[in-house]
């Protein structure tokens, strides 16, 4: 693992492990799952590889080549009080991923937390869509009643960048750019409905808005499309934060919009919640992707990551293992340390020169 700890906070404690000896890294003790793990049932005197050998991508990971498959694991290695053996806890990075994904996708796979809103250019809601929780009151009702009064202008700013851009904007606006605002305001919409009305002896209810984050796009037919999502944190007590506007380019993706926001409309009034559960998934799905290749810096992180998987991958390689062992069996001792420390001090310099951006000292 990547930082400091003892073996009684080590997050992977409860996941198979083995004890080695310190010097010889020879397996002397294992846990009962351990033989599962890496598919062999005596593991007594096996050699674990050692730091040299292990391949170091964000973790470390170990190849263990068993009868089935090679597997990699994430390992966390701790020491004995007397210094004489080694604990070292696995996990499967494959069932890792796997365990992550199922994760990911039981998360994503719903848009109960997602609201999808269309607006006039006035701002009164047309149309809306919540697989949750359906919310047909809302339609017909402006948005601004179901937000905070110290968040409106916020709303209204964020609504009258995505209908109304600046002339600059204009004059650099072509066909197939989108302009897509983005900010957080304090809503509360179940407190308008109609079964939740007090009579009028009764008090209103004590509610706390709760911080969404709306995603604002302009449609073909001059409509606006919200994407609101509430934030983790729950109930807001802070003031709203200010508008983030992105301009994208490189495809038409204002009439894909376009075309997958009548889609989703047409499915709801014939009943198709199904077809426009997915079509609602499809359409955050590239609104955010969209968002996130505009940032500066994700090209150049992406790229810094992809370039430290490749070297780690490449030392990783059997061919390069056999290559070095003949180079060992010959004379050259320290061709593989000499072949590692070019490849890193390689990528870093390509990293540090080409991919991270340069800062001006101050004068």
Request: charged share 20%; proline share 6%; glycine share 4%.
């Amino acid at each position: 693992m990547a930082f400091t700890h003892t073996i009684s906070e080590c997050p992977l404690a409860h996941l198979p492990s083995v004890t080695m000896t310190a010097d010889q890294r020879q397996v002397v003790g294992w846990s009962k799952t351990m033989p599962d793990l890496i598919s062999k049932q005596d593991l007594l005197g096996m050699v674990w590889p050692s730091k040299a050998e292990q391949q170091l991508c964000f973790t470390t990971l170990v190849d263990v080549r068993s009868q089935k498959q090679t597997k990699r694991l994430m390992t966390c290695e701790h020491t004995s009080a007397d210094e004489q053996h080694l604990t070292v806890y696995c996990c499967d990075l494959a069932m890792l991923e796997k365990q992550t994904l199922r994760q990911l996708l039981t998360r994503t796979s719903s848009t109960c937390q997602t609201t999808i809103l269309r607006l006039s250019p006035y701002g009164i809601i047309q149309s809306a869509f919540d697989p949750e929780k359906p919310r047909p009151w809302l339609v017909g009702q402006p948005l601004m009643r179901f937000v905070h009064n110290d968040d409106i202008p916020t709303l209204c700013q964020g609504l009258r960048q995505a209908t109304d851009p600046t002339d600059e904007q204009q004059d650099e606006q072509q066909d197939n750019q989108v302009t897509l605002v983005s900010f957080d305001v304090r809503c509360q919409f179940d407190l308008h409905q109609p079964d939740r009305m007090p009579s009028p002896h009764e008090d209103l209810p004590l509610i706390q808005p709760r911080m969404y984050h709306f995603s604002t796009i302009v449609t073909g037919t001059q409509d606006l499309l919200c994407v609101i999502r509430p934030h983790t944190q729950g109930s807001a007590i802070a003031s709203a934060s200010t508008t983030s506007l992105f301009q994208i380019t490189g495809l038409k993706l204002r009439h894909l919009v376009h075309h997958w926001q009548q889609t989703l409309w047409r499915a709801l009034e014939q009943g198709l919640l199904l077809l426009a559960h997915y079509l609602a998934l499809v359409m955050v799905f590239s609104l955010q992707s969209y968002r996130l290749a505009t940032h500066s810096s994700f090209w150049l992180e992406t790229s810094e990551l992809a370039l430290r998987c490749v070297v780690a991958e490449t030392k990783s390689r059997p061919e390069l293992d056999r290559l070095f062992s003949w180079l060992e069996s010959t004379g050259f001792k320290s061709s593989r340390k000499w072949f590692t420390l070019a490849l890193d001090h390689g990528s870093d310099w390509i990293i540090t020169m080409l991919l991270r951006p340069k800062t001006s000292l101050p004068v």
